[in-house]
């Protein structure tokens, strides 16, 4: 996902990426990335400065998956 939004940056501000979380770190990106994570995940990596992380919660009354 990095990698597109570097090669499109003209086109985009930034690009939201929804993962779990267990994932390698892909590195440092010129352009702005939120990581949205997915109930019951967490980042493996410490995000970068101009990243931002948003962790999904379950609904109220839903069982955990």
Same mark, same amino acid.
């Given at each position: /996902?990095? @990698? =597109?939004? +570097?090669?499109?940056?003209?086109?985009? #501000? $930034? !690009?939201?990426?929804?993962? #779990?979380?267990?994932?390698?770190?892909? $590195? /440092?990106? +010129?352009?702005?990335?939120?990581? *949205?994570?997915?109930? !019951? !995940?967490? *980042?493996?990596? @410490?995000?970068?400065?101009?990243?931002?992380? +948003? @962790?999904? @919660?379950? /609904?109220? $009354? =839903?069982?955990?998956?």
């Amino acid at each position: /996902p990095s @990698k =597109h939004l +570097v090669a499109h940056r003209g086109e985009f #501000d $930034g !690009g939201i990426i929804i993962t #779990d979380g267990y994932a390698s770190d892909p $590195g /440092p990106c +010129v352009a702005r990335r939120c990581w *949205l994570i997915t109930p !019951g !995940g967490e *980042l493996q990596f @410490k995000p970068q400065p101009n990243d931002v992380v +948003v @962790k999904m @919660k379950w /609904p109220k $009354g =839903h069982a955990a998956a």
